[in-house]
């Protein structure tokens, strides 16, 4: 089983950036995604960004050019870097891993924008 921690998130002003974290730990093997899904109350959950073991990235449109999602596979770790935050990013942050065809979920960091 896929372990995920998140950390990083917080309240922040609008412009202000933040950097999501996600540890994987346990069967970390052949994992082939990993990446963002975001959720805010009453909405949908969203798709913000994936990267395969390959080293590809995909950013949904509503974030492009402001989150930029990354690896470093000596820590296990996945990375959101958030800038020029804006209030409609507010959400609560969930980190999700493909292994096998099982997917795995953190629980989730709070990121609030507002002034």
């Known amino acids: 089983q896929v372990q995920l921690v998140e950390s990083g998130g917080g309240l922040v002003q609008p412009g202000g950036s933040l950097r999501l974290s996600c540890v994987a730990s346990?069967?970390?093997?052949?994992?082939?995604?990993m990446g963002w899904y975001r959720q805010a109350p009453g909405k949908e959950r969203e798709l913000v960004a994936t990267?395969?073991?390959?080293?590809?990235?995909n950013h949904a449109d509503s974030v492009k050019g402001r989150f930029t999602i990354s690896r470093d596979n000596a820590k296990n770790t996945v990375y959101l870097q958030m800038n020029s935050l804006k209030p409609e990013d507010t959400a609560v942050y969930y980190c999700?891993?493909?292994?096998?065809?099982?997917?795995?979920w953190g629980q989730g960091t709070q990121v609030t924008v507002s002034s």
């Open positions: 999700y891993a493909l292994r096998y065809g099982f997917r795995f």
């Open positions: 990267i395969t073991s390959d080293g590809n990235t």
């Open positions: 346990g069967s970390i093997v052949s994992i082939s995604v």
